[in-house]
């Protein structure tokens, strides 16, 4: 098994050519709330490959949805930089797609109306991504929804539009902020194994915020694990699994090994006492 | 729709209207029965009589008085939902004007009315300013908190999608806060119309306030009652307007959802 751990050391300049280019480069970035508030993020250093499932892993108040935020361009760092294919973040890039804990569907507009959103707001014609609207629908079990409204559909279908609606445009990031963190573990798990369907397909970098263990070494590539109260990065671990990933893949002994080095060091933190 | 969703909203209409008959039916015996004088309490045929005697003169008098009422409520939504967006968009002025409107509206504005007679003479004007004003209140203060209510998360989506800020108020917040702003305009309409009597019995020769002032001057009083009734058809008339403006504006809205 070769599970690569670095303990918080800036990834050194790759010369590996095979490796795909620089997505995400976050060099230094801190953000503080406020001239004396809260350090949220501490000179965290990161690097995301293209096509890279990247998990953002820790408790709550670790700093993971700034962390996100900044790259989402929704907030500014206060140190360093972050660049989005080589371009530093002023504002929110184009080509992407952000999926939050809520929904955050759109209670006056359909289903299809609401995965409208953003084409409408650029002002493109529909009928260009009708047909990939129509594809995404029927990939997540919402054929025959498209007309209802958002209150008509369970948490999980709502979930579910809210990722149509930011893949809609085909967009090469995505990020996701626990965007299942309201759902039932059985219906979580379905998602996980959809999502993972999702990815494979297109191969687009997704950095997926979770507070869960399993859900991280499930459908990652690689796990950042962060430590709060200053949000730093405690750890990255490669995970080294064959795709596609089953459910069954979680009681296979490599996968306890990946959960147990984590809850390990959440025990090290002082998050976790298992006496 | 079914067959029992169908039943209950006949019967949903039927309850208040064979209550209202009732009502009527007995207040009939009653005065009859024990000899009330009409000019104390009218039996509703002696207020048919009044209203059927002069059908003309009441429509007139009722019309100017819709008339003077939905201007003052146009305009109170008009100003009232802009100087919202302002109060919202421009920091400043929710530290001091919105303050400022809070703190006035516990004022009894009726109270001043008189003074738009001393401003604004004798004619639609003061009316419409009263109206106005009485109405404008809910509706500020209702639009205000309903554009304040934006979930953040929906105006990081939809900045994650690059729209504008033109953009995010049309698509985004004024959709979220039009619940808020008709709550805000069903309570100003009734309002509109209390601020409308106000100014006719204040100074007036025409509208139904007036018609009441001079019928209490003569001791008419099933002119009285017939001018009321006419008022309380009305308020009813544009309450349920406004719903089915409501209703057809955000049909997506829970106190839209008919329960089967
Ligand atoms: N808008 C904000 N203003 C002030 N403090 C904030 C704000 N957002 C987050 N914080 C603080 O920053 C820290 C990290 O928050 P956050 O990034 O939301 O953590 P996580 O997503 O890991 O739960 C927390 O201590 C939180 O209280
Ligand atoms: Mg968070």
Not at chain 2, 111 to 133: E, Q, R, S
Request: hydrophobic share 50%; proline share 5%; with cysteine.
């Amino acid at each position: 098994m070769s599970a690569s751990v670095q303990r918080a050391a800036p990834a050194p300049p790759m010369i590996d050519t095979s490796l795909p280019p620089i997505h995400i480069a976050i060099t230094d970035t801190s953000k503080r709330y406020g001239a004396a508030g809260v350090l949220a993020l501490d000179r965290v250093s990161l690097t995301v490959r293209e096509g890279e499932f990247l998990s953002i892993l820790g408790p709550s108040g670790c700093g993971k949805s700034t962390l996100l935020r900044c790259v989402a361009g929704l907030e500014r760092p206060t140190g360093g930089e972050i660049s989005v294919h080589g371009e530093t973040v002023r504002r929110p890039p184009a080509n992407m797609g952000v999926v939050f804990q809520r929904d955050v569907l759109l209670d006056w507009r359909s289903i299809l109306d609401n995965m409208f959103l953003q084409t409408d707001f650029r002002g493109e014609k529909r009928s260009r991504y009708m047909a990939r609207a129509h594809e995404l629908l029927d990939l997540f079990g919402l054929k025959g929804f498209e007309n209802a409204y958002p209150t008509q559909l369970s948490g999980g279908m709502r979930q579910r539009a809210a990722i149509c609606r930011a893949l809609l445009a085909d967009p090469d990031l995505v990020l996701m902020d626990e965007p299942f963190g309201a759902l039932d573990a059985l219906t979580r798990d379905q998602m996980n194994l959809e999502l993972q369907k999702i990815w494979a397909s297109a191969r687009r970098t997704i950095l997926f915020v979770t507070h869960s263990i399993g859900e991280a070494v499930f459908l990652s590539d690689r796990v950042v694990v962060m430590s709060p109260r200053p949000g730093r990065i405690a750890m990255t671990l490669t995970i080294d699994l064959p795709r596609p990933r089953r459910m069954a893949i979680r009681e296979m002994p490599e996968f306890a090994h990946y959960c147990a080095q984590i809850r390990t060091l959440f025990g090290e933190m002082g998050l976790l006492k298992d006496e | 729709m079914n067959e029992i969703s169908r039943t209950r909203r006949i019967w949903g209409l039927l309850t208040p209207a064979t209550t209202i008959i009732a009502v009527f039916v007995a207040w009939q015996l009653l005065v009859t029965g024990l000899h009330v004088r009409e000019v104390i309490l009218p039996a509703p045929s002696e207020i048919i009589q009044a209203l059927l005697s002069q059908p003309a003169w009441f429509a007139q008098e009722g019309l100017y008085t819709m008339a003077t009422m939905l201007v003052g409520f146009a305009l109170a939504v008009i100003v009232g939902i802009l100087l919202a967006i302002l109060i919202v968009e421009v920091k400043l002025l929710e530290s001091t004007l919105y303050v400022l409107i809070a703190a006035l509206n516990s004022v009894p504005k009726v109270a001043i009315a008189p003074l738009f007679v001393i401003w604004l003479g004798t004619g639609y004007g003061p009316k419409i300013a009263i109206a106005f004003l009485i109405a404008f209140f809910p509706i500020v203060i209702d639009s205000v908190l309903g554009l304040k209510s934006v979930p953040k998360d929906m105006l990081d989506l939809a900045s994650s999608m690059r729209a504008s800020q033109l953009a995010q108020f049309w698509r985004i917040r004024l959709p979220t806060a039009l619940p808020s702003i008709f709550a805000g305009m069903k309570v100003g309409i009734s309002l509109a119309l209390v601020g409308t009597i106000v100014g006719e019995f204040v100074a007036s020769d025409h509208g139904l306030g007036y018609i009441i002032l001079t019928a209490q001057g003569t001791f008419e009083t099933a002119q009285i009652f017939a001018a009321n009734i006419l008022l309380g058809a009305a308020g009813i008339v544009l309450f349920w307007a406004m719903s089915a403006l409501e209703r057809r504006c955000l049909p997506w809205h829970a106190s839209q959802r008919q329960e089967v």
